[in-house]
């Protein structure tokens, strides 16, 4: 049985699992911008908790975005360093679909997520199959279109009312808390993303591609 290893740093809060021999231990707290101060020390109390050393992990599984481009470079940056000391292998997850496994809704759903400067990251995405009928990209509010029998959900919608009446007054608007961090476990037992070595693993910023991988940086050098 595999021993996993989850870390979402893309937003204001810090939220791990680890999942060994079968039991989940998580964290979850609100550190705003202060990510790179607690999430070593966090992952250290997740280890001792479940009485395992750092080199009987197997995957880290990692938010790839999108989200806070600081955040989610912490979150990889660490990810990486644990990879590179122990083999692990890496397992990007994509933030639509964390929030999709959370939403507990069946179907078709589009989230909308604030990307600040008055703008949204935006994907239509299957609950069940975790397959996208809109892809995600980063625009104004006013301008998006839902062609698609969905329902919707997400801080956009909450964030961007006003602009987003066109959109609100013909989809049904579900409740999306942040996702516990054992949803993240749950999208890695699904196989539904495969794993990579670390010179492979990268983010998703969508506004443009601003974080590389590590073969990609070895060529630019």
Request: glycine share 6%.
């Amino acid at each position: 049985m595999a021993n996993i290893l989850a870390i979402d740093t893309g937003a204001k809060f810090l939220s791990m699992a680890l999942k060994v021999d079968g039991k989940v231990y998580s964290c979850l707290y609100q550190v705003d911008n202060q990510h790179s101060v607690f999430i070593i020390d966090k992952i250290k109390l997740l280890l001792t908790e479940a009485k395992v050393s750092i080199n009987e992990i197997d995957y880290i599984a990692y938010i790839e975005g999108p989200g806070s481009f600081t955040g989610l470079r912490i979150g990889l940056s660490v990810a990486l360093g644990i990879s590179i000391g122990t083999n692990a292998q890496l397992i990007a997850i994509p933030t639509f679909a964390l929030y999709a496994i959370a939403s507990e809704y069946v179907g078709d759903i589009v989230i909308a997520l604030d990307a600040r400067i008055n703008q949204i990251y935006v994907a239509g995405i299957n609950t069940t199959t975790l397959n996208y009928f809109m892809q995600p990209q980063v625009i104004n509010p006013e301008n998006l279109v839902i062609q698609h029998n969905c329902v919707v959900g997400g801080d956009g919608f909450a964030i961007y009312d006003m602009q987003l009446k066109h959109i609100l007054t013909c989809h049904e608007q579900i409740t999306l808390s942040y996702p516990k961090p054992q949803y993240m476990i749950d999208i890695v037992e699904l196989n539904k993303y495969s794993s990579c070595p670390n010179t492979q693993a990268s983010l998703s910023y969508i506004r443009n591609k601003v974080a590389l991988t590590l073969d990609e940086q070895r060529q630019n050098n």
